[in-house]
């Protein structure tokens, strides 16, 4: 079929012939589309069968264009193959903490999945203080198994390097170079910024140290292919509910540093801790929640060093290295030590990572509704500020970084000078 | 043409329809050839006219299997692929300092370049205590253009990931995985070692820190998509004569750490200096080489540093960093900071790597001539012990080596103390 951009009619006559539907929707006659997407790449409808409304799927298209930039800013369609191949991937290495897959559609660029009608996008709600007892659990997992089983701790070389060549992206990739890595810290024309912080956003990009570091973290970037990544995982890419969790959206995957994937996880946590100043007036409130947040910065941390040292130390067949090669007395012992300086590097890089996200959120093309959504300008700027300062130090001091515990405590010392 | 290995027969049939070398050998009925491959993977031809020894070519062919180890080590012949791509390549960026190619052959996995009959292969001439006074200009120019005109410095982040996605080469990666990273450091049969250096080679084996540092290196190796690297740049890559430096043999190149490539040079010329321990017994004769030698080391070293770092300033148009991105006051120096960490960088790895291949040359598959020639097994003992302690402290200190003269320092050390 020669690609054409679906509209919420002719989506209908698509899904209609699509036998791989048969068990989700068996009666396709009377199925309504809704276009939602909000996102900036896709068109994304939402179909369900009038007669039966729990029978529905997820309909996601690329266009050939960034939307947010309307024509000026061509794409290629070629995403949503990469879109594919990850979500396929981490439904066999993460099953359950992903939407299931109906329908790809390589030459339509467009992939048919699990309806998530009961899940919301996590951002909203953690602004509202849901609590989520199970995402620690999942989110962790999610990021253990996802990361390991795609890098040379568990693949053999050749297998790890075949599977990198499907995963040569980039177009995507640019995207980020440019609006995480380069552009929010020198002129350009699409940075927007709260005029209150002006001060601070002509600060860090004059701070000749504060570029090295991010510099240093933009070579990690396009050059260190540790594991398959999602590369777009902030709490906009996470759908949760009380009991369950799904992670969407992964059209930058690429071979690249495992901690951008963590970082973006507890970046996004701090940013939308430090929004509770504005969206969270009673102190007390704020303060439990703010340390129900911090909890999960920890955790999330934490639980996933565990489960990936553990998946590895069970699992060790990738070409780094092999079992054979830790075989000599007191081998075990530096075997374990050396999973322990592997992780830590990852915490290392999730800092520099995590604080270059929080850095470009407040000064690039792409803010974060946790704290766009404080319509007070110079409440936000708070909240800002502190996001500058804590971003800026967790780049500054990656190399430092022994726990997660410095980590929060970053947070805790820059929150309580303010 | 369906593949077929080539004899001294078939090699002449086949060249005489070459009309791409028309130029080179305009007469192409009387040609003679005669195998001369000593290479682990690959036929080599030189074939000439008999009416004119001096038009003369060589033609390399690849065999579907890795020679050393006979048909057990079966190996893909796309690698003649890869060496195809990468001496084009070299041709472009460092013009005289590799064979031209007149004909490729995918479907044949040959390909048929300059012959230079009037260069050696340098570790023999080095034996020998032969100087090459343009050597240093060369092999630096040769590195700091291959290299920076591959990466992220000079490359689009387009350009760059789709020219890796051509240097995509998984098995001849997995030879120096095993071969430079893995097996030297445990038992595996195909290991050789001199017997008088039995308790240095299972010391090295059973040394934790060690062994955690090689692990690293091969992380480094196997992950950090840097530039597109030779990959196997020792001095029996590199041929040689008075006025003139040719780099051959590229099939390992792919996309790794620039420092590969450094710390193979510089790790063998540090090799050749301790051979002289035997090769040279007059002491006064032996210490004016083993001077010129590491006169040498530091010389690579700083000469390719210093055009890397003008190339670079020259020719910032890479993804990493654009240079508006350093528009601010005192972001010259900062750019020119960025270099120097970068470059730097390169050093760090130029010692990791670097003393990898010193280790593994004591103690794996692939020995080396400069050594192995060394018929007296005790003689030959005190050079390698040599090796092990420099290779072994250029890995482990490689994160505090600032200058090249540390590393230097590092071999005067311990041959002083020996």
């Given amino acids: 079929m020669t690609y054409q951009a679906l509209d919420s009619e ?48 997820v309909l996601k298209q690329a266009l ?20 594919t191949q990850a979500l396929l991937k981490h439904n066999e290495l993460a099953p359950g903490l992903v939407p299931l897959v109906y329908v790809s559609d390589e030459d339509m660029s467009l992939v048919v999945m699990e309806y998530l009608g009961n899940h919301r996008i996590m951002r909203q709600p953690l602004v509202e203080r849901r609590k989520f007892p199970h995402f620690v659990d999942h989110i962790s997992t999610f990021m253990a198994r996802s990361l390991f089983f795609t890098s040379d701790l568990y693949l053999t070389g050749v297998e790890k390097k075949e599977f990198q060549a499907k995963f040569i992206n980039p177009h995507m990739c640019k995207i980020q170079e440019d609006f995480v890595f380069t552009n929010p810290y020198m002129e350009s024309a699409e940075n927007q910024w709260n005029p209150e912080i002006d001060a601070e956003v002509q600060a860090v990009r004059a701070n000749g140290e504060l ?22 995982l902030h709490t ?19 071979f690249g540093p495992m901690g951008f994937d963590v970082g973006a996880i507890l970046e996004n946590l701090v940013l939308n801790y430090l929004s509770h100043y504005a969206h969270t007036p009673d102190p007390d409130e704020r303060a ?26 069970e699992n060790n067949c990738g070409e780094l290295m092999p079992t ?71 780049v500054l001091e990656r190399g430092k970084i022994s726990s997660v515990d410095d980590l929060i405590r970053i947070v805790a010392e820059e929150t309580k000078a303010a």
């Fill in 236 to 254: 906009g890419s996470v759908m949760v509910n009380e009991t369950d969790t799904r992670v969407i959206d992964p059209e930058f995957a690429f």
């Fill in 324 to 394: 054979k090669y830790w075989n000599f007395p007191a081998g075990e012992e530096i075997f374990a030590e050396f999973r322990r300086r592997y992780i830590q590097k990852i915490l290392h890089d999730a800092a520099g990572h995590g604080g270059c996200k929080m850095l470009r959120r407040m000064m690039g093309i792409v803010n974060i509704w946790d704290i766009t959504s404080i319509e007070d300008l110079q409440k936000r700027a708070v909240c800002e500020r502190l996001a500058i300062k804590i971003g800026s130090r967790w």
């Fill in 211 to 232: 570029k090295l570091a991010l510099a240093e973290m933009k070579e990690s970037y396009m050059t260190h292919g540790q594991a398959l990544i999602h590369s777009d």
């Fill in 64 to 83: 050939p264009y960034l939307r947010v930039a309307g024509d000026s800013w061509p794409l290629t369609r070629e995403r949503m193959r990469f879109e």
């Fill in 10 to 57: 002719s989506v209908i006559d698509y899904l209609k012939d699509r036998s791989a539907l048969e068990e989700v929707i068996p009666n396709r006659d009377d199925l309504v589309a809704k276009e939602v997407g909000d996102g900036n790449l896709n068109l994304v409808f939402i179909i369900e069968s009038q007669g039966d409304p729990d029978q529905a799927v």
């Fill in 288 to 313: 439990e929640y703010q340390a129900y947040l911090l909890e999960m910065v920890r955790d999330v941390w934490n639980e996933f060093a565990r489960k990936f040292d553990a998946v590895w130390a």
